[in-house]
C-alpha cells in the first residue's frame, strides 16, 4: 500500500468513525477501488480505528479524569455485547468486509436510524444499566460493516430517553474500550507477520487528527438538529452502492 493512499483512508477513517455514516462502510468501498489493496486480516483497519480511539481520548481528557464508579460501569455493560459478538463472531464479521452488497444494505439501515434520531423528540433522562445494554446492543450490531458505530449507539441512547448531547458522549466514550479489545485481538491474530509499518503510522495519525474535528462536527451537528443530512447521505450512498 503507497503512503498516498494510507493518508487518504485514515483522514477518511477519522471523519467517518465519528460522524454516523459508518467508517467500516466507507473504508470497504474505497478500499475496493484501490488497485491491489490488502492487509493481514483487518489489521490496517483497526490500526485506523486505533487512531480514532486516541482522538476520544484527546477530546475528552477532561472528562474521562471525572468519570464516577457507576459511569464507568455503565460503560462496561455497554462494552459486553460487542465483545462477545466480536469473539465469536470474528471470521464470519471479517467475511461481511469483503462484501460491497453488505455495505450498501447496512448503510440504508444506517440512514433510517440516523432519520429516527433527527425525528425523535428529545428527553433528558439519566443513564442507567438498562440504557447502557441498550446501547451496547448497538454497539454489537454496528460491528456489520456499513452500519455506524456512533448513529446506532446515538439513536439507542436518544431512543432510551437520553439528550442528544449525553448519548453522543456516552457513544463516544464506549467507543474506547471497544476499540482496544478490536486491536488486541487483530495485533494477536497476525503477530509475527512481516509488515511495513509505515503506512500503518500514517493511516494512524490522519485517523487521529480528522477524528478529533469530526467529534467537533457531530456534536455542532447534533446541537443544531441537522442530523437529517447524514440520514440523506447514507440513504443515497447506500443504493447507488447496491446498483453500480
Sequence with gaps: MNYIWSLVLGILQGFTEFLPVSSSGHLVLVQSLIPGFSQPGVLFDVCLHFGTLFAVLFFFKEKLFKLSFKYILYIIVATIPAVIVGFFLKDYIHSLFSSVEVVGVALIVTGLLNYLTYKHKEEKKSLDYKKSIFVGLMQAFA????????????????????????????????????????????????WGEKINYIPYIIGFIAAFVSGIFAIKLVLKFLEEKKFKIFAFYCLALGIITLLF
Excluded: H
Design 143 to 190: 460491528i456489520i460493516p456499513g452500519v455506524s458505530r456512533s448513529g446506532s449507539t446515538i439513536f439507542a441512547g436518544v431512543k432510551s430517553g437520553l439528550s442528544s448531547e449525553d448519548a453522543a458522549e456516552f457513544s463516544f466514550l464506549i467507543s474506547v474500550p471497544a476499540i482496544i479489545g478490536a486491536n488486541i485481538l487483530e495485533i494477536y491474530s497476525n
